[in-house]
Nanobody
Framework: QVQFVESGGGLVQPGGSLRLSCAAS????????MGWYRQAPGKQRELVAS???????NYADSVKGRFAISRDNAKSTVYLQMNSLKPEDTAVYYC????????WGQGTQVTVSS
């Protein structure tokens, strides 16, 4: 059974940082391209960062230069380091393969507010 378990979210002030983690199971992790997605209230879920199986990264324009995605294949885990956070980054963050599968975790809430 495919599972993605996200963690690391929380409440942070504008300009602050958070590091999200996502542990994957039920897939041969090292061969999959992975992504971090987010969904803000009233908006569609969007891909914000992706990393290929061999470590190449790509970012949405809205987070480029502030977020960094990485992976540890030995731990089947993907990370998202988020710096210089803005209120518009407030959303539930999910990980999934890229392109996405039908399997979604519970996500982790990130709230950026003073």
């Amino acid at each position: 059974q495919v599972q993605f378990v996200e963690s690391g979210g929380g409440l942070v002030q504008p300009g602050g940082s958070l590091r999200l983690s996502c542990a994957a199971s039920g897939i041969f992790f090292r061969i999959y391209d992975m992504g971090w997605y987010r969904q803000a209230p009233g908006k569609q879920r969007e891909l914000v960062a992706s990393i290929t199986s061999d470590g190449r990264t790509n970012y949405a324009d809205s987070v480029k230069g502030r977020f960094a995605i990485s992976r540890d294949n030995a731990k089947s885990t993907v990370y998202l380091q988020m710096n210089s956070l803005k209120p518009e980054d407030t959303a539930v963050y999910y990980c999934n393969a890229d392109p996405r599968t039908v399997y979604w975790g519970q996500g982790t809430q990130v709230t950026v507010s003073s």
